[in-house]
């Protein structure tokens, strides 16, 4: 797996999953549970690696280039 996220990428990637993560205390039912998304961006944020990029060859990372 080579990085293909970027400091800006992952810095955004941080703040949505707060933000979705903050779902689960705020909504009810659930409906909750769908802040349990905020898993995924904050786990690409942190291994720097998004499998969504390779196909369409995105690479917001300016160091593996």
Do not use: H, Q, W
């Amino acid at each position: 797996m080579k990085r293909n996220v970027g400091m800006a990428d992952r810095v955004i990637r941080i703040i949505l999953a707060i933000v979705l993560f903050s779902l689960f205390f705020i909504l009810e039912g659930n409906l909750k549970y769908l802040g349990l998304i905020g898993i995924i961006p904050l786990f690409t944020a942190f291994i720097r690696f998004c499998p969504l990029y390779v196909p369409f060859r995105i690479n917001t990372d300016k160091t593996s280039k």
